[in-house]
């Protein structure tokens, strides 16, 4: 479904032919990463670009709102509520609320504010954005105030810096309406089941399990009722997103389309069909697309009818490994093995290659862009150049007896210098499986070139590919025999979004160590290191950007993860006449209530 029969005659001016002139929009989705949740406190499983900031943020307006004019910065004209004002300890911090309303009328208050953190504190295991010691758990009580419906005071476990708890934490709330939503079953009454713990989990998991029915998120009352600029039209279980300006919105500014829509498609070739199959800048069924890395030099036969944009995320992109495989972890655990593997990344020819020049390397955890203070000069110096004969003396250094085009093994088996590391047997093998995303023909160009590389070392990978949705889904700590994947690539690592300030505390801050070991929500593959979590804990107080500099050092030498290129968010082709659209936002938002047709 395009959506795009609502049209209307325009005279063009005095002796000019009329022209068609839309009043509906259609932006296309990413191949396989269609939005498939609705309720704003996700599950690890749907937290993504596509389902919060370019589905949910339209509906359910986050209590603060970031970007601004294609920066990573506050954007308090779209916030919900006026600017925090923090406690001169440090300790508390106040939240007034603008007074804007629900789309059935009623007023957004702190009981909403309220009804979220106290849904998510009793539930907090089951939402992506959770690290322990973290928010929630920073949050010792929250108290409306009496004479104000409008505001809440948060009081704080300790002083934080405040840009910190801004944009990593108050970040991560969304008010939730509460007059609609504070019931345990469908036929239930709305009540304050949120103010017990038994309560608020039954309030989750209600909630939940009407998220996930897909197919009735158009006739379900809960989801009508919302605070952003949009509303709910249709979802079909395909992805194809149809929405309606929401009337009651309270923002600045008010959508002037009267439906935007978003499409999916299984794979990049059809989405450049579509962009193909325009005739003119007012007959287009994709009016804000892409071009597919495989098809950038065809660009130019879209110039007609397409503005051609590259779009900058805010973003770091990498490949976990499982730290957790019983088999591989205690390889991937050792430092020179990681090393290694990081030595045998070439990202300025994946870039050449199969980016076609539009992307630019991962040194580190902090984004290269756009332009930040957080970005040190040794991140950007790229402490692991590709060399692979680096790679193979590392090896045979530490025990294993490479064998470049087939499989290196271990053959000193142990722990001390000389000897592969603690926990990897002799006759250990240097092959692993790398689950990646399907659908994106310059991914499995990079990934050929990636398995070829480390060929060269004798590290052996095994490729396969799956739905984006499918590998987020199974890319998780785990433990046991049933642990099975290696290494997996989801395409496109990690944007700091609601966690705009790098710090690293929803990817690998952790708790505990072994069995008792807690990680961060987003930890994929189970990395935790003590003076990392000392590191990260440090940028969290007023001392924030020279304690950034150390952790991002740290991490960019210790490899978390695998480094990998980022490529562009996308690279976007906008229809001529489609006006509003940008500075592209770097954290991957859109605003369809800003766009206009000309």
């Not at 309270?250 to 439906?259: A, D, E, R, V, W």
């Not at 020049?357 to 580190?364: D, E, I, L, R, V």
Request: aromatic residues 14%.
């Amino acid at each position: 479904m395009v959506g795009l029969s609502a049209i209307l005659l325009a005279a063009c001016g005095s002796g000019l032919p009329s022209t068609v002139m839309k009043t509906t929009a259609t932006f296309a989705e990413s191949p396989g990463a269609q939005p498939d949740y609705i309720f704003p406190l996700v599950r690890f499983q749907n937290f993504n670009t596509e389902t919060l900031s370019q589905f949910q943020y339209l509906m359910y307006r986050p209590l603060y709102l970031f970007g601004d004019n294609g920066q990573v910065r506050l954007n308090t004209t779209l916030s919900l509520a006026d600017t925090p004002v923090y406690s001169a300890d440090g300790k508390s911090v106040t939240i007034t609320l603008k007074g804007w309303r629900w789309s059935d009328g009623t007023q957004i208050t702190a009981r909403d504010v309220q009804f979220w953190q106290n849904l998510v504190t009793a539930n907090k295991y089951n939402w992506a954005a959770y690290t322990a010691g973290d928010y929630p758990d920073n949050v010792t009580r929250t108290t409306i105030n009496p004479n104000n419906p409008l505001q809440i005071t948060f009081d704080l476990s300790q002083a934080y810096s405040t840009y910190f708890f801004t944009y990593n934490e108050l970040s991560q709330i969304t008010p939730l309406p509460q007059h609609v939503w504070d019931k345990e079953s469908p036929t239930g009454a709305v009540g304050n089941y949120d103010e017990s713990a038994a309560g608020a989990q039954a309030v989750y998991k209600f909630l939940d399990d009407e998220s996930r029915r897909i197919s009735t998120y158009d006739t379900n009352p809960l989801w009508q009722v919302v605070s952003g600029p949009w509303k709910l039209k249709s979802l079909d279980t395909t992805g194809n997103v149809s929405m309606v300006p929401n009337t009651e919105y309270g923002g600045p500014i008010k959508p002037t389309l009267t439906q935007f829509n978003e499409v999916p498609f299984t794979d990049d070739s059809a989405e450049f069909d579509q962009l193909k199959a325009a005739t003119s800048v007012n007959n287009t069924t994709i009016d804000y697309g892409y071009v597919p890395y495989g098809n950038v030099p065809q660009r130019a036969s879209l110039s007609s009818i397409y503005n051609f944009q590259p779009w900058t995320g805010w973003q770091i992109t990498y490949a976990p490994e499982n730290f957790s495989n019983p088999t591989s972890g205690p390889i991937f655990s050792q430092l020179y093995f990681r090393q290694a593997m990081q030595d045998l990344v070439d990202q300025n020819t994946f870039i050449r290659e199969a980016f076609f020049g539009y992307g630019y390397p991962t040194y580190g955890p902090v984004p290269i862009k756009p332009t930040s203070t957080f970005v040190d000069g040794f991140e950007k110096t790229n402490p692991y150049p590709y060399s692979p004969s680096a790679a193979i003396s590392l090896l045979q250094a530490n025990g294993w007896t490479v064998n470049a085009g087939g499989v290196s093994t271990c053959t000193s088996p142990g722990t001390g210098t000389g000897h592969c590391g603690a926990g990897i047997r002799m006759g250990a093998r240097a092959s692993f499986n790398l689950q990646y995303v399907s659908g994106t023909p310059a991914i499995d160009q990079e990934m050929a070139q990636f398995k070829t590389d480390f060929a060269l070392a004798g590290i052996q990978i095994e490729l396969s590919s799956a739905p984006f949705n499918t590998i987020i889904a199974s890319t998780v700590p785990c433990g046991g025999t049933s642990c099975g994947w290696d290494v997996a690539f989801w395409g496109a690592g990690w944007y700091y979004a609601p966690d705009y300030d790098p710090t690293g505390d929803e990817l690998w801050a952790c708790t505990g160590t072994g069995a008792n070991a807690r990680f961060a929500a987003s930890d994929a593959g189970g990395y935790c290191d003590p003076e990392a979590e000392s590191d990260i804990l440090a940028t969290e107080t007023n001392s924030h950007l020279s304690a950034m500099y150390t952790y991002e050092d740290y991490l960019a030498k210790q490899l978390p993860v695998i480094w990998l290129p980022v490529a562009y968010g996308q690279l976007s082709m906008i229809n001529k006449n489609l006006r509003g659209t940008v500075p592209q936002d770097p954290l991957l938002q859109i605003y369809p209530e800003n766009w206009r047709w000309s």
